[in-house]
């Protein structure tokens, strides 16, 4: 027999609220999970895992659903309500990037000290932003980008140093799974390169993230003590690729870093 639906507690969260409501209009219009996943661009197990509040969604996803279930644009408004269109939980100067991410179809990030926000678990962001839980949904929120199905997701080439995946952030049980995490979410659209310790490269000083849009638009995000800053001149531009290029230079295949990540959690993680 098939298990019954999760139960929801509307009043839990955010999450919960929303996922509630999707799957109330769902079934309203005699959709099972399935059906739905046949007439939008998400599959079925992601739609479930909405509806459970197991994970976020873009906007598009509410759109999607309401064009579908005739609702009135209600889980539109629902989602810009709740999740402020992605930018609630968000410093004012990092508002307009989440936009980016969505938007671009290719990503190439650095970062040197933790692991980079697309990719962290709930409970490693959660350290991170000492339980913050509008900042952490926030941040969970962007990573729905990843899983969508249509348009495809942004190709992301993800260059960390060795010494990140040794920084203990929550715990060996968190870096545990938060290195598994990093192992799960190589595919064909997401690779994962570790720079060897040791090896010479220009990236100790920040986190950077450059972003080619669809019509070959770039642009840069750079972090600094104080604030982020988005930038788009050709000669920063050019800057930020040089430094990425000479540290992918430096960076060890995908295969041989998953290998390396593995023998982190083995040798330093395990639990």
Not at 111 to 140: K, N
Not at 231 to 245: A, E
Not at 253 to 260: A, E, F, G, I, K
């Amino acid at each position: 027999m098939p298990q019954p639906p999760k139960r929801l507690t509307p009043s839990n969260s955010a999450l919960d609220l929303f996922g509630s409501e999707v799957r109330r209009y769902r079934v309203l219009a005699d959709h099972s999970i399935k059906q739905l996943a046949d007439k939008i661009p998400y599959s079925p197990s992601f739609i479930g895992a909405v509806e459970r509040a197991e994970s976020h969604c873009e906007r598009n996803f509410a759109e999607h659903c309401d064009n579908t279930l005739d609702t009135r644009q209600a889980l539109a408004h629902l989602h810009d309500g709740l999740f402020g269109d992605k930018k609630d939980g968000f410093p004012e100067w990092f508002r307009k990037w989440p936009g980016v991410e969505e938007d671009a179809g290719t990503l190439k990030v650095y970062e040197p000290q933790v692991i980079y926000g697309l990719l962290q678990t709930e409970e490693y962001a959660s350290t991170l932003l000492f339980g913050d839980r509008e900042a952490i949904e926030a941040r969970m929120a962007r990573q729905a980008i990843l899983a969508r199905e249509a348009p495809a997701p942004p190709r992301l080439v993800y260059l960390l140093p060795e010494v990140a995946l040794w920084y203990d952030v929550g715990g060996r049980q968190v870096m545990e799974v938060q290195l598994q995490r990093l192992v799960e979410a190589v595919g064909p659209r997401l690779s994962v390169q570790v720079i060897p310790n040791g090896a010479p490269h220009p990236g100790n000083q920040g986190t950077f993230t450059l972003a080619t849009m669809p019509d070959g638009e770039e642009i840069g995000y750079v972090e600094t003590a104080a604030r982020g800053i988005m930038m788009d001149r050709r000669k920063d531009i050019s800057k930020l690729k040089d430094k990425f290029d000479a540290m992918w230079t430096q960076a060890l295949p995908v295969n041989m870093s998953v290998d390396l990540i593995n023998n982190t959690i083995e040798e330093k993680w395990k639990t």
